[in-house]
């Protein structure tokens, strides 16, 4: 869960290294560090702390020259977050520098080995070690850099992007994967590397993903070669021209990308069913699904394996599906089923789902499902991922890049590919008439602009904010395709802005959490009036009654909840389980503002990083 960038070529490497560090902050950002070549000295610098506190003390401290770089930003696996444990790393000679994302679990073995043979270490980290063992067997087995990282390599255990440069070397740097992303961006007599494109999208489109257990010598005036680890297999690389442009990475006039990407809802949920959805001829088309339009109908049942938010677009998927379709779903955390020893077999279908296409836990659940026959269906947003790699077939969410921590256009527009998904399912088992389909399609392809609308409310929302960004706990209550928005509220406001929330089903809140409820807990209560709202009215009188105070997100012209909420949000009128499409808006822009009145780092909350590649 690091971001690395690497640059060779014509341009002074400094200030492509430190943008493309900034943009990939949110891969991690408790340290960052670079390390720059001019042909003749190595200027590394490194911190604690953020791109900004290592772009003030490289100023200072090093010369800002040279045509060939390496850059890291940091969360912590190993050694807690200090300048010494900071990258890049020197091999002892001090030829070798290296950059790595990732973990190399039988690191402390190999330290041992390396300990015996006089080598010497500074930091805790597992790379100083691999940097080490690299110049190893270098000098053992008296090879150039490249091959001594095939040897290295077939020596650890673990999960790595790495880049690292000899000095001897100047007009080359060498690259590694498995399990860790890495891309190499292809341009005229110069090439970038990062971990994923949008630290060169401006500089060029064309990009080369290495998979898994391949490796690449990146050498100016030769054409990129990629390699196997395992058996020296050449490969001639795939070269993609990227579609993505650099206005989508910058933050275009909002405070912050979570603002930003939030106000994004409308384009993103669009751009997901457009060329998808075709209202007027009653027809969803979805290329990723068509030729395995089988497998999904002869299901015994799908299991949706994701973390986090993307678990919860997986919930509400579940509630979608099994109205639509008539299939059995079950909605597993990864992390939890690929260790639970879970039975699976080849008349299962398995969707994964996940914004970056790197967490983990989803590709070992993934991975898990295949061994045992099932087939894999992946929904992710980001191009070329692991995960879109690793699926059998998939569907993207045409969301854009997601910079921002806190999840929310990846939450929309998963529940819209999921949405398209069991509509054409459905059509294809005949559950629908014809009417009824394009009556929906028709009420789908509305939701932008009620997105928008229910953006109108951002002022209320700031002032609701304000009246409880103090407090220490809140509760979020939901019911049916709603209680998944609960738990995506409490998440959201959790994560930014350190606030104890919980989500819980309105109806399980005289189990146990009835007994939290006082004058001093804010209750937020999705009351919209479809599905189940005279149960939640119900509800919501029972915590009236225990003086808790109520923020209720309610559908336009709603009186019965007004009578009874502190405050009301509207939001346009939907079928039931298009709401969560809605719902969850104002609970975005609810913990955005209480987290940014409470000056907290919005876009880059304590402990978390974008895409958790660890365990
Ligand atoms: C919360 C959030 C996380 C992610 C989770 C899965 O706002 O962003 O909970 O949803 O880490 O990430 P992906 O979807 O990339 O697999």
């Known amino acids: 869960m690091c971001g690395i960038v690497g640059y060779i070529g014509h341009r002074d490497a400094y200030p492509v290294i430190i943008k493309g560090l900034e943009r990939l902050e949110y891969r991690g950002y408790d340290s960052a560090g670079i390390a720059l070549y001019d042909g003749n000295t190595v200027n590394l610098c490194k ?15 090093i010369s800002l020259n040279g045509n060939l770089g390496i850059g890291h ?21 001090g030829d070798l520098v290296i950059i790595h994302n990732g973990i190399i679990e039988n690191y402390e073995s190999i330290k041992k ?23 190893e067997v270098k000098s053992k087995e008296n090879v150039m850099l490249g091959q001594a990282v095939q040897i290295a390599l077939n020596e650890v255990v673990g999960a790595y992007a790495i880049a690292v440069f000899d000095k001897n070397k100047p007009d080359e740097i060498v690259v590694a994967k498995l399990g860790s992303p890495l891309a190499i961006g292809i341009g005229e ?32 005036g030769k054409e990129i070669k990629l390699r196997k680890i395992k058996n020296d297999a050449v490969a001639y690389p795939n070269i993609l021209e990227l579609q993505m442009n650099i206005e989508e990475i910058e933050k275009g006039g909002f405070d912050h990308f979570m603002l930003k990407e939030i106000y994004e809802q409308p384009r993103a949920i669009l751009d997901t069913y457009r060329g998808r959805l075709l209202a007027e001829q009653g027809i969803v088309k979805m290329a990723g699904i068509d030729q395995h339009l089988d497998k999904f109908l002869n299901a015994n049942r799908i299991i949706i394996v994701a973390c986090g938010t993307s678990w919860h677009a997986g919930l509400v998927a579940e509630y979608i599906f099994e109205n639509l379709t008539r299939i059995p779903v079950e909605v597993e955390y990864a992390s939890e089923f690929r260790y639970r020893n879970p039975v699976i077999n080849k008349d299962d279908v398995v969707i994964a789902i996940s914004q970056s296409g790197e967490t983990a ?15 894999v269906f992946g929904v992710c947003n980001v191009v070329g991922s692991s995960i879109a790699r690793e699926t059998h077939a998939g569907a993207y969410t045409h969301a854009g890049p997601e910079i921002g921590v806190a999840s929310t256009k990846a939450f929309t527009t998963q529940i819209t590919v999921l949405t398209l998904l069991a509509l054409n399912l459905a059509k294809e088992k005949e559950l629908f008439t014809d009417v009824q389909f394009r009556e929906y399609l028709t009420e789908l392809e509305t939701i932008p602009a009620k997105v928008e609308k229910a953006l109108e409310s951002n002022s209320l929302i700031e002032i609701i904010s304000d009246v409880y960004k103090d407090s220490t706990n809140c509760l979020y209550l939901g019911r049916g395709y709603n209680f998944p928005v609960a738990l995506e509220g409490a998440l959201k406001l959790k994560e930014i802005s350190y606030i104890h929330a919980e989500g819980y089903p309105a109806a399980e809140m005289k189990h146990g959490p009835i007994a939290l409820i006082d ?9 919209t009036n479809k599905g189940h709202y005279e149960k939640v009215v119900s509800n919501i009188q029972e915590i009236k009654s225990r003086k808790g105070k109520i923020i209720a997100i309610v ?23 298009l709401t969560p499409l809605l719902t969850t808006i104002p609970l975005q822009l609810l913990s955005y503002h209480i987290a940014v009145m409470r000056n907290c780092n919005v876009d880059q909350p304590r402990n978390l990083a974008k895409s958790v590649t660890v365990e």
């Open 47 to 61: 911190t604690k702390g953020k791109v900004e506190d290592l772009k003030k003390k490289s100023k200072l401290e």
């Open 73 to 93: 930003t940091r969360w912590a696996t190993h050694g807690v977050p200090n300048d010494i444990n900071s990258h890049p790393h020197y091999s002892n000679s």
């Open 113 to 135: 080995e390396l300990i015996k043979r006089g080598y010497t270490f500074e930091s805790d980290t597992d790379t100083e070690v691999l940097v080490n063992l690299i110049e």
């Open 189 to 220: 007599n110069e090439f970038f590397i990062a971990s994923d494109a949008s630290p060169f999208i401006e500089f060029t489109n064309n990009a080369v993903y290495l998979e898994d257990e391949e490796m690449a010598i990146v050498r100016l």
């Open 361 to 375: 836990d989803t590709l070992a659940a993934i991975k898990l499902a295949k061994e045992n026959g099932a087939f």
């Open 519 to 527: 004058e001093q807990m804010p209750v937020f209560v999705i009351a």
């Open 555 to 577: 559908t336009e012209g709603d009186e019965q909840v007004k009578e009874l909420a502190d405050h009301c949000i509207e939001i346009p009128e939907t079928f039931e389980s």
